[in-house]
């Protein structure tokens, strides 16, 4: 599948959502019946608070790197590990927006308002809500989701990894959980064999990808509702509002290098190109792009901390090798 986007048909690169939710009519909102805001307010403001942590994390990233290729202490690891974090949660609560904008649309019902959005979707049987549950639900809940509410309800924790050698710099995370035996370690539910980790850069392209996807089906949703309950044919408008932070996200995310961990190599991931002039961003996925694998000795090095509790921690891509009492681990992959 290919999502495409152009100034010169849609008035920006920002997500189509934006231009539908300005179209809806102001006759068919019920947000502040719903006690909401405004559906344009309520996406905006997530894009834009999503657009600063994504910009933050970036330039994070770009200070690791810097900093890894002099050699100095590489601690600051975990601050990007933070920043990281706080990005995927911009990302599950933009969720929670596009939720927002399709109760806005809907009917007050007699009773308790149910408090989360989803649940009053689903009881309301509002139209086009299952569509974009169901296609939206590996991600959020197997993925995102998944990552979010370890972090949030499970003591979850985002543990900093990264390739390195001379001329290789490949930072990631894995979610920290329990193993059987009573080790800490990658979270099996989301790393295969709890010994894999996730690489920033493939990561990030799938949000990006999911992002937009989310958005094109959010419209559908909207569009579904306005022509089964009002008989109205949703038409966009261009939404030409300059988002000059934005572009710099799309543009830095085209122009990242596949260079993936060793378990990712072989797994599809979202092809990102950029035009400036005209403005144009395209996102095939999956698709036919290759990545770079390693080449030579490479160093693969985490930050942790060692619970007490469970003293024993097991190191992504180590076989079946556990670390006792150490707070710094590295070895030879």
């Not at 590489?74 to 911009?90: C, N």
């Not at 308002?113 to 049987?125: G, N």
């Not at 499970?154 to 390739?163: D, M, N």
């Not at 959980?177 to 539910?189: A, E, H, T």
């Amino acid at each position: 599948m290919r999502i495409v986007r152009r100034t010169e048909v849609h008035g920006s690169v920002l997500p189509a959502a934006l231009g539908a939710i300005a179209a809806i009519p102001a006759e068919y909102l019920n947000h502040e019946r719903h006690q909401l805001l405004h559906p344009q307010s309520s996406y905006n403001t997530s894009v834009r608070l999503l657009t600063a942590q994504w910009t933050k994390t970036f330039n994070d990233l770009s200070r690791l790197r810097a900093q890894c290729f002099a050699s100095q202490d590489d601690m600051f690891l975990m601050d990007v590990a933070e920043s990281y974090s706080a990005l995927l949660h911009k990302l599950n609560e933009h969720f929670d927006a596009c939720y927002s904008v399709l109760r806005s649309l809907s009917h007050i019902v007699e009773g308790k308002p149910a408090l989360v959005h989803s649940v009053h979707l689903e009881r309301t049987k509002f139209v086009g809500w299952k569509q974009f549950r169901d296609s939206t639900r590996n991600y959020r809940e197997s993925h995102l989701g998944l990552i979010v509410n370890s972090l949030k309800h499970s003591q979850g924790e985002l543990c900093p990894l990264y390739f390195h050698s001379n001329s290789e710099f490949r930072p990631g995370y894995f979610l920290r959980g329990l193993l059987p035996g009573g080790v800490r370690g990658p979270d099996p539910r989301l790393h295969r064999g709890g010994n894999t980790a996730i690489s920033f850069s493939r990561d990030m392209l799938v949000h990006l990808w999911w992002f937009y996807r989310t958005s094109d089906l959010l419209v559908a949703s909207i569009s579904a509702f306005l022509d089964a309950t009002y008989n109205y044919k949703l038409v966009p408008k261009p939404f030409g509002l300059p988002e000059a932070q934005w572009s710099s996200v799309v543009q830095k995310c085209a122009s990242i290098s596949p260079e993936f961990f060793p378990d990712e190599w072989t797994l599809p991931y979202p092809r990102v190109i950029y035009k400036a002039s005209p403005e144009e961003l395209s996102i095939e996925f999956p698709s036919t792009a290759g990545t770079h694998k390693m080449r030579g000795d490479v160093l693969v090095r985490t930050l942790t901390t060692i619970d007490s509790t469970y003293p024993t921690e097991k190191v992504p891509y180590m076989g079946q090798d556990a670390v006792r009492d150490h707070s710094m681990i590295q070895r030879r992959s």
